[in-house]
Nanobody, 124 residues
């Protein structure tokens, strides 16, 4: 059974940084794509970033490109999201997700497994 546990959220001032972690367990994740999504109150869940577990290829949403970096540590089975130059509009619950089969990178419905989410709040 796949389990994804996020951590690292919190309150930060605009311009600051946070690093989110997603600890994955339950199976070998080669062949998986790992993604980060976010959802603000009253809005749909939106793609943030994704990384292929096997070869490290990354993708980013337009609003975070150049500010956020996704990475993974194979030995620790952990995926990270380094968030720099944070803006108030980055305030959301951030979710880690896992997808087997390399279908759509950007569509949340293509991811089979989800964590519980971690709150990120950026104050102005």
């Amino acid at each position: 059974q796949v389990q994804l546990v996020e951590s690292g959220g919190g309150l930060v001032q605009a311009g600051g940084s946070l690093r989110l972690s997603c600890a994955a367990s339950g199976r070998t994740f080669s062949g998986y794509r790992m993604g980060w999504f976010r959802q603000a109150p009253g809005k749909e869940r939106a793609f943030v970033a994704a990384i292929s577990w096997s070869d490290g290829i990354t993708s980013y949403g337009a609003s975070v490109k150049g500010r956020f970096t996704i990475s993974r540590d194979n030995a620790k089975n952990t995926v990270y999201l380094q968030m720099n130059s944070l803006k108030p509009e980055d305030t959301s619950v951030y979710y880690c997700a896992a997808q087997y089969g390399y279908s759509s990178t950007y569509y949340s419905g293509a991811y089979q497994y989800w964590g519980q989410g971690t709150q990120v709040t950026v104050s102005s």
